[in-house]
């Protein structure tokens, strides 16, 4: 390599010797990725059983007009499920399905809704939270370890909790607000159409914080001490070395963990499910498929539902990671 640097034209010894290098590394990027197939495939395997078929199905049964006591002998029907437009005769006529269903709309308005203010408040709480729990003072372990409590309880336990807290007649938190006075009278929260949604995305909020903080404290034990260090000596005020030393040295952690919550807020069943039954101003996708697939015995129409689901979900997420430029290839 020195008499290249110099000009001088390699030797047959020197070219060979760069040869077997080449071809050495050559051999151990096929090995390590003969190694990587080789436990990747059985996770690859059972992610086909147990999610990429019943995908599939779903999909099938959404072209169909399959019932609960009918799967078996479902026939395919074409996209009659996502619309259908019907003839009266003499020019009138009506668009039926799933794209035109106003139902399904509100329903994936309130997901929407729901997703980004809720994702929007735990990132901005969680990291704020995050940023406490790194600094130094006594009992921070106990402090940490107390902060992940509301994450660590059950969906369904966390719902009916605050259910209770909300109730109109008995709950706690008319008590409090009209003892304060906040309140003159007490207030149906997961009732009331003006507040029903704003319950969900309260206890969403107290839930699902302590992940968002936990991600964004991972990356924050991520950033080296000497940055700190060199700006402290420099006199850069916290607040400067906040947004423009670990704002963007944790930016890829806040975007991952965004696009974790974003995909549960997206899916959400269990808090509305059992917080807010059968409302329509709280009702989400995962809701309204649910419904037509067991309760109304409309399976083909939910298959529908869930496929477009699965669609909305798979979009956001693309837009997303192509707009936040996230690197999923570990790639620099």
Known sequence: MANVSLGVPP?????????QGAAGRSDLSRQRLKSAWLFLTPMLVVLALVAGWPLLQTIWFSFTDAS???IAGAEFVGFRNYWEYVDYGDGEGEYFGLLFDPQWWNSVWNTVYYSVISVSIETVLG????????????GRALVRAAVLIPWAIPTIVSAKMWAWMMNDQFGIL???????????????WTATPETAMWAVIIVDVWKTTPFMALLILAGL????????EAAKIDGVHPVKVFWKV???????????????RALDALRVFDLIYVLTPNNTDTKTMSVFAQENLFQFDKFAYGSAASTLLF??????????????????????
């Open 68 to 70: 609960l006591d009918n």
């Open 246 to 260: 670990t704002l963007p040295l944790i930016r890829p952690a806040i975007l991952v963990a965004v696009i974790f």
């Open 11 to 19: 030797t047959a010894k020197a070219i060979a010797a760069e040869e």
């Open 311 to 332: 669609l909305v979900i798979a979009f956001i997420t693309l837009f997303y990671i192509k707009v936040a430029r996230l690197d999923l290839g570990g790639g620099r």
């Open 221 to 228: 034990q991520m950033v080296p001490g000497d940055v700190y």
């Open 127 to 138: 990291l704020v939270f995050a940023l406490v729990l790194n600094a130094e003072f006594k």
């Open 174 to 188: 008319n008590d409090m607000l009209m003892a304060i006075g906040v309140l003159s009278a007490p207030v149906a």
